[in-house]
DNA sequence: CTGAAAGCGCTTACAG
DNA sequence: CTGAAAGCGCTTACAG
């Protein structure tokens, strides 16, 4: 076996042709003679040449992958099912257009660095705002993105769900059946919304529930109220549970901001011989896979998460192609799935 | 705004200085003066100059990403956590070597073409042969490989548990609590392995079972074992737990070769009536999380996902970084985890 | 401390 | 039908 790999000027000089020659061989064969074609074929194969991707997509100015930029590290991002199932949306439009999907996590702890030493013809964030630096960068770098869960400024397009009203009907549904004693388990803010100078999805949904409190004389910074903010995993949902039941403030329901925490909650009052939803309901949000399979089957709001994967790559496309979009802020619809783990206590 | 990105051509002229200054002043600022230096931000700020990785990576012959290359289309592939898992793995080492990672979707149903059109440092995938075409065009292309689930070869490293023990082990224990009359739920063949003259994971599985079957006087012919060939779905789960009923063969056992398969068959039976493991019992394999949370407990054979993703990853590197790996077989610990679904029946 | 030039592996407008 | 040459955006060995 040879040492290095073939190049199109190895090719050429074993064929005797230009590299203009070779070029066409693989791109345009009509151009080119019979005989020229098959000679050039056949020393291809002698030669072991394969066309250096690398090359054609430096010379063509593309990149054949998009980017995803992961809100956190890896492990954070994708044992996270919501997350996983909006890639799977972005991936099944990559499928189509027989592009990669580059998973870009932050470059030691930063998103912006991430961005800089990143090679794709366009990027997909999750949660990012007009503001942020990352979005500065981008323009700089003529790097077409769109976001999703981010808020909605000039001249980016924006994906969501209409997070105001869909924790609004959630915590509608929780006032309705009769709880006043309410424990909030907020998301703890990303690394994009570390910024607390930009409002961030979490801001939004309390705003959401703070309405539908408002209208039950309730609110945040009621006594009845407790919030708590936790990361998104199994394991933080447990110690919330755990921290609500030693706190004992006669919480009868636990309202969370991700199914994630809402089963990690579940799973460590069964585990602690608490039933649910007669000791405590639960709900949650998102409406992953495993809210149907938990025990009891968990209420939550759903939201179309494939979806949003797949209409921000299909906006990002666009944008890649150069085509005009029709919306620049989409909102899909959310709605509350009402299952087994909330309790009408009235 | 300016109308494209700027260049470093632009920056030189911009400065009156030659590219090389400018080259020098991002990547080796001690070699250029102070005051050129200090020009040389300054356009950079206010031309928005940032420079382009893609030319930098190119000139290095470097990619700073490597691929992993999807079994199957991003759906089937991302909404099997075992699958996830691994790539969170990798995805950890990755975020260590500041590298990003590449999904590579099968390219109109074709791994090889797949890999034909990508470019990365290296490659990790799953289930391949070194017989296989993909093998062959990575050599042809001098990308340097690792396989997860693959069969051991000549020279290319894999990461791997021991899958016929495992599924002796899983098998045994079902035995050893009774059951005679089971039905086993396969891992209907992925892509790489369609190809029936490799030998595939299912198949030492499905050795595995023998053995252990043997030595109850059984065997996978034998009238009291039964077949199932199934995609990796909760709802192929579902589905095949109702054929098992409807064929009613007096099975008291399903050994499922996948977690998302066992989890199906509980939802399905659950939702039917039946009592799980008292009308079925129910094994898995894989130990996803949900495989602790579904109703009853989910007994499975564990292994180590993440970390077979962080060694392929560190093994690939090693080899990108042109290092000797130490073991080019790697077998990782499984372990029988008993948890409730499995009933001694004896 | 700085620059001219070659090179990374291709594509393609232009000429013949 | 084929090729010489310029170009994609950088890096770097070499010279001064």
Known sequence: MRQKRTTIIDLAK????????????????ERIGKDTYDLIMQKAQELDYIPNPAGRNFSLKRKQTIGFLLPQHFEGTLSNPYITQVIQGIGNICNIKDYTLTLIPPFNGSMNEAVYKVSVDGLIAMGINVKMDVVESLRKMFIPFVTIDGRPGENMPTININDKKASYDLMKEVLKRGHRKISIVALK??????????????????????EALNEYNLSINNDNIYIYDEECYLEAGMNVAAKIVKDNKKTTCIVCMSDVIAIGCITYLKQNS???????????????QTAS?????????MQPSVEKGEIAAKTLFELIEGNAIETLHKILPHEFIDRESLKDIN
Chains 1, 2 share one sequence.
């Not at 005797?16 to 066409?24: A, L, Y």
């Not at 608490?274 to 992953?288: A, E, L, M, Q, Y």
């Open 14 to 29: 074993a064929c005797n042709v230009s590299k203009t020659t070779i070029s066409f061989a693989f791109n345009n064969p």
């Open 274 to 288: 608490f039933k649910v939803p007669d000791d405590f309901s639960i709900v949650g949000f998102d409406n992953i």
């Open 293 to 301: 399979i938990v025990t009891p089957h968990l209420s939550t709001i």
């Open 189 to 210: 803010e990303n690394l994009f919304e570390k910024d607390s100078k930009f409002e961030s999805t979490t801001q939004i949904r309390m705003a959401g529930f703070e």
